[in-house]
């Protein structure tokens, strides 16, 4: 169960904003308005037997003229395991203009 809680945590990391520490150039093309990306991945853990799931995130900006304006993200990971375990969650934190606004959220279902 451990090794699960810890697969989820470092997924969310992967999948959550960060700032670079290195200040990038500026980009002369056009930068995307929003994206997706989707991965699958598997496990083995001796109390859960194999698993399977999926990791998908979609990006955005709620205000695509604001260059200092962070990229707001909905992510969903679910997993199925041989043991028939079921972990679902949905998560997502947008950034409204200016950000003077920030919501956060995250939910989650489990059937051990």
Do not use: C, H
Not at 6 to 13: D, H, K
Not at 19 to 29: C, G
């Amino acid at each position: 169960m451990r090794r699960i809680v810890l697969l989820f945590y470092l997924v969310s990391a992967l999948l959550s904003n960060s700032k670079a520490t290195v200040p990038l150039a500026k980009d002369s093309l056009k930068s995307q308005r929003s994206g997706f990306l989707a991965f699958p991945f598997f496990l083995i853990s001796p109390e859960t037997s194999w698993g399977f799931g999926a990791a998908s995130a979609y990006f955005f900006k709620t205000n695509t003229l604001d260059e200092k304006l962070r990229t707001s993200d909905v992510n969903l990971i679910s997993l199925y395991t041989l043991e028939e375990q079921i972990v679902i969650v949905l998560g997502s934190t947008v950034y409204f203009p200016k950000e003077k606004e920030i919501f956060r959220w995250q939910s989650s279902y489990s059937y051990y």
